[in-house]
């Protein structure tokens, strides 16, 4: 593999370390100025001063250069929430909300989630895994270079399966690497409204060990939520997860206080995600235990909900926060952590450099990946995004656009330079 020089750059900007950064921690941003970065190998060999890797071997004739052109380096940004494998458009129920509807009527009126689970039963495997490559090349033109995507469009024991082998077809011909999850415990489907018990039993008795054996599958999610999985079905599946080795993670307190920050913090989640009802008494559990907030602006935006998760006292109570796109075709349909990145700079009120960490390091550490990649180090996975503008600052500065200039994956240039 030819050794990558990426050079005249205005700046590096970059967190350090492989553990989740917290509290005044979370805005430790290194920001390297007239720096290089030298790729090799498909990571990371060495960030410094052109002067200084002159030192060490000279001037790498043969190496392959990208000129940075006075832009900015930041790690490949890390999307830590998202329902890539769906079929079907909610356009419709978008325009029923904006004149006035809310999402929960939507959904009891048989659309919302339900509305794509049909649509995705009636979808073939290779549809689907066409769908999710579809999504990941928006995705990567975005600058995302690594990415949890979940099931739950299914709700059977087949096509909760069937959208996890998309996942992984999807992600074996694809540069942006897929973490899988499962979330058979995303809502209960028709055949089951007046039998949920039922249904909980198959998620618990059948579909977590089909998907574990199957190795489709790293997590177990559930949507702990009022209507949907209260705290105690919430607990059983993801207990029946950890027993199958699927690790914990949780969509908790999107619309009310659901007890769901709790119970992540109980079972010692990666994360929790959304939370803008959470408690208070939930974000000290959570942070007592280390359980990452996952944030979704996205999500608020889209749905105009005008509330949005309590980010600055999450960060003050020492709870490592990171943000994702929610990306999916009822609440949150963008492939971008740009735009999400602005939300969470103006509305959640994340400094720059807090919401650089939250999209980059603590996303990868709530992943379990947090050695590999999030952040630009000797040794780390060559996942890096060129930026067009001279300093990090104008991630939210200059809105509305896409800033990614280039992007390198896994010390190739992956996305073609704009």
Not at 4 to 24: F, K, P, Y
Not at 343 to 359: D, H, K, N, P
Request: hydrophobic share 40%; glycine share 10%.
């Amino acid at each position: 593999m030819t050794d990558l020089l990426i050079h005249n750059l205005s700046e590096v900007a970059t967190a350090r370390g492989s553990d989740s950064l917290r509290g005044a921690e979370q805005s430790r941003v290194e920001r390297l100025t007239g720096a290089v970065v030298l790729c090799r190998d498909g990571k990371i060999a060495f960030v410094g001063s052109p002067e200084e890797l002159d030192r060490r071997g000279g001037l790498l004739p043969e190496a392959e250069r990208l000129d940075g052109r006075g832009g900015t380096l930041v790690p490949g940004f890390v999307d830590p929430h998202t329902h890539l494998p769906w079929a079907g458009d909610r356009a419709e129920e978008f325009a029923q909300r904006l004149a006035g509807k809310s999402y929960l009527e939507i959904a009891a009126a048989g659309g919302g989630i339900l509305s794509t689970v049909r649509a995705t039963r009636q979808a073939s495997e290779e549809q689907l895994g066409e769908s999710v490559r579809h999504r990941l090349d928006q995705m990567l033109a975005l600058g995302t270079t690594t990415a949890e995507a979940k099931s739950g469009y299914g709700l059977t024991l087949d096509d909760e399966l069937k959208q996890l082998r998309a996942i992984r077809s999807a992600a074996a011909d694809h540069p942006v690497d897929l973490v899988p999850t499962l979330l058979a415990a995303h809502e209960i489907p028709p055949e089951h409204r007046d039998t949920r018990q039922r249904y909980v039993d198959l998620v618990c008795d059948e579909i977590v060990p089909a998907a574990a054996e199957a190795g489709l599958a790293r997590f177990c999610d559930v949507f702990c939520e009022r209507g949907v999985f209260s705290p105690e079905e919430s607990r059983r599946v993801l207990l029946a997860g950890k027993e199958h080795g699927l690790r914990p993670r949780l969509h908790a307190d999107e619309f009310v206080d659901s007890g769901g920050a709790e119970l992540a913090a109980e079972l010692g989640a990666l994360s929790a995600d959304h939370l803008v009802a959470a408690s208070e008494r939930g974000i000290e559990a959570m942070a007592a235990t280390g359980v990452t907030a996952v944030l979704l602006p996205g999500t608020s935006f889209f749905l105009m909900k005008h509330t949005w998760a309590p980010a600055r006292r999450l960060v003050e109570a020492g709870v490592p926060v990171a943000l994702a796109t929610d990306c999916n075709p009822g609440s949150s349909h963008t492939e971008s952590m740009p735009m999400v990145f602005v939300l969470a700079v103006y509305e959640l009120g994340l400094s720059i450099e807090e919401a650089l960490v939250a999209v980059t390091l603590n996303a990868a550490c709530c992943l379990g990946l947090g050695e590999e990649v999030g952040t630009i180090e000797e040794g780390k996975r060559a996942d890096l995004v060129l930026l067009s503008e001279p300093s990090l600052f104008h991630l939210a500065y200059h809105f509305g656009g896409n800033p990614v200039a280039a992007v390198v994956k896994d010390g190739r240039l992956t996305a073609p330079r704009r």
